[in-house]
């Protein structure tokens, strides 16, 4: 079975920082793309980042840009988002996702179940 699995979520201050993992089982993760998404309440989903699957290649959402940085440990079959100076837009559920390198979610496979990211004043 194919799981994704998010974690290291919470409830933060502004300012502060967290790091989102997603550890996944039942796939050839080195072989996949992987990307984070997120989803604030009344909103649609929108794309964060997303990395090649040996890594080479990121790209970052405007609102990630300088604040926001992907990785992964193949060797774990994780892949990381750190999370710098988090601001109250930040608030949202976050998706880790499987599949091909894009900023569009109908080019990933595989989710998560989402880890709630809180962050207040």
């Known amino acids: 079975q194919v799981q994704l699995v998010e974690s290291g979520g919470g409830l933060v201050q502004a300012g502060e920082s967290l790091r989102l993992s997603c550890t996944a089982s039942?796939?050839?993760?080195?072989?996949?793309?992987m990307g984070w998404f997120r989803q604030a309440p009344g909103n649609e989903q929108e794309f964060v980042a997303a990395?090649?699957?040996?890594?080479?290649?990121?790209n970052d959402a405007d609102s990630a840009k300088g604040r926001f940085f992907i990785s992964r440990d193949n060797d774990k079959n994780t892949v990381y988002l750190h999370m710098n100076s988090l601001k109250l837009e930040d608030t949202a559920v976050y998706y880790c996702?499987?599949?091909?390198?894009?900023?569009?979610?109908?080019?990933?496979?595989?989710w998560g179940q989402g880890t709630q990211v809180t962050v207040s004043s």
């Open positions: 996702a499987a599949g091909v390198f894009s900023t569009r979610q109908r080019d990933y496979t595989y």
């Open positions: 039942g796939l050839l993760f080195s072989s996949l793309d």
């Open positions: 990395i090649s699957s040996n890594g080479r290649y990121r």
